[in-house]
């Protein structure tokens, strides 16, 4: 099971991380993605890990002010978001799989947390 935390109400320029924890029967060799889904919109990619934590990949509009990371001994996935933008306000979905590396489309991944909602105010 994955548990997405952390969102939260901000402004815009704040910074927030959110969490990814993963219980139940774990296996470190899962890559992780972020995704997020913004009202009235199709959820969209944002940023992946693989399972050792050596690759990382984002999407371009974030690119620069988000970064995602892991700690393997907490089961945890991470992802610390600088300098939030408005467009940013969206619920953020955490979601793994051991398939395909770094995936960036949501039907490669089998597992999902169940969304955290974060809120920029300009």
């Known amino acids: 099971q994955l548990q997405a935390s952390g969102g939260g109400l901000v402004q815009a320029g704040d910074s927030l991380r959110l969490s990814c924890a993963a219980s139940?029967?774990?296996?470190?060799?899962?890559?992780v993605g972020w995704f997020r889904q913004a009202p009235g919109k199709k959820r969209e990619f944002v940023a992946a890990?693989?399972?050792?934590?050596?690759?990382?990949y984002y999407a371009d509009s974030v690119k620069g002010r988000f970064t995602i990371s892991r700690d393997n001994a907490k089961n945890t996935v991470y992802l610390l978001m600088n300098s939030l933008k408005p467009e940013d306000t969206a619920v953020y979905y955490c979601?793994?799989?051991?398939?395909?590396?770094?995936?960036?489309?949501?039907?490669?991944?089998?597992?999902w947390g169940q969304g955290t909602l974060v809120t920029v105010s300009s």
């Open positions: 979601a793994a799989d051991s398939r395909f590396p770094i995936a960036t489309i949501e039907d490669d991944y089998a597992y």
């Open positions: 139940g029967r774990t296996d470190r060799s899962y890559d």
């Open positions: 890990i693989n399972w050792s934590g050596s690759r990382a």
